[in-house]
T-cell receptor
Framework: DAGVTQTPRHEVAEKGQTIILKCEPV?????LFWYRQTKIQGLELLSYFRSKSLMEDGGAFKDRFKAEMLNSSFSTLKIQPTEPKDSAVYLC???????????FGHGTKLSVL | GDSVTQKQGQVTLSEDDFLFINCTYS??????LLWYVQYPGQGPQLLLKVTTANNKGISRGFEATYDKGTTSFHLQKASVQESDSAVYFC????????????FGKGTHLHVLP
């Protein structure tokens, strides 16, 4: 039973680098979400796709964050350029029922030096 | 706007103690109220859902109830085990924005053996 798969599990980047995080949702799920998790801010929504269409682009995160859904089974989150304040856990989630039941991946822990 | 407040940042209990975590919410809609649990190194997973129709949810020994009068919802468990140590998030889905989950900041439960 394949859940949401995120790669890599850990990423270390230098300030100014471009990094790409990957996510494979649960097969058959039409909704895909990207979240950022930090101790201070908690869980913040970055992007939301419904049936591969971008429905929410995260407002304050638009500047350097770009999520794409290349097909129904693969999504990427690009951060360009990275800054130390981007250090966080990035979580991908999918659903077949909108926001009422999200299936999260294990997350990618990003450290920006 | 919609909001959720979860004030208990950390709770430490001994095995077989009673658990009670409280959240308050604010919304002008008819919300769905959720509890997620996050174990170390994993993404959050849905524990319970409570709607304004059913007032109560039960799963894995946990019970969630909601009080419309005080706009609060609680998570409780009669007898916690060491394996329940995790972070518990309350969350709200407002029906007008059915893809958006408003998460609380989380309560870190530490159960001593």
């Amino acid at each position: 039973d394949a859940g949401v798969t995120q790669t890599p599990r850990h990423e270390v980047a230098e300030k100014g680098q471009t990094i790409i995080l990957k996510c494979e949702p649960v097969s058959g799920h039409n909704d895909l979400f990207w979240y950022r998790q930090t101790k201070i801010q908690g869980l913040e929504l970055l992007s939301y796709f419904r049936s591969k269409s971008l429905m929410e682009d995260g407002g304050a995160f638009k500047d350097r964050f770009k999520a794409e859904m290349l097909n129904s089974s693969f999504s990427t989150l690009k951060i360009q350029p990275t800054e130390p304040k981007d250090s966080a856990v990035y979580l991908c989630a999918s659903s077949d029922r909108g926001a009422e039941r999200l299936f999260f991946g294990h997350g990618t822990k990003l450290s920006v030096l | 706007g919609d909001s959720v407040t979860q004030k208990q940042g950390q709770v430490t209990l001994s095995e077989d103690d009673f658990l009670f975590i409280n959240c308050t919410y604010s919304t002008t809609t008819y919300p769905t109220l959720l509890w997620y649990v996050q174990y170390p190194g994993q993404g959050p997973q849905l524990l319970l859902k409570v709607t304004t129709a059913n007032n109560k949810g039960i799963s894995r020994g946990f019970e969630a109830t909601y009080d419309k009068g005080t706009t609060s919802f609680h998570l409780q468990k009669a007898s916690v085990q060491e394996s329940d140590s995790a972070v518990y998030f309350c969350a709200l889905v407002a029906d007008t924005n059915a893809y958006k989950v408003i998460f609380g900041k989380g309560t870190h439960l530490h159960v001593l053996p």
